[in-house]
């Protein structure tokens, strides 16, 4: 099974106070990460936020 990945909201506060927290394949959460980036906190979808994004996937223990 392939190592699943994580990102939490609470981790990068914003105005918000989001608390999503999003966890499966690394394609998987990289792909709703950036969706709820652009849609829930206004982010601009381009290549440098998935960049930014997949740089902050944490590994989570299956």
């Known amino acids: ?3 699943r990945k994580s990102i939490d ?3 990068y ?3 918000k106070n ?3 927290k999003i ?3 690394e394609e998987e959460v990289l792909d709703a990460a950036v969706q709820h980036a ?3 906190h206004g982010h601009e979808e381009t290549s440098e ?3 930014q994004i997949k740089s902050m996937l944490k590994n ?3």
Do not use: F, I
């Open 1 to 3: 099974m392939a190592n």
């Open 9 to 11: 909201c609470r981790d």
């Open 13 to 15: 506060p914003s105005e």
């Open 18 to 20: 989001c608390s999503l």
């Open 23 to 25: 966890s499966g394949t």
């Open 38 to 40: 652009v849609s829930a």
């Open 49 to 51: 936020l998935r960049e």
């Open 60 to 62: 989570e223990a299956d």
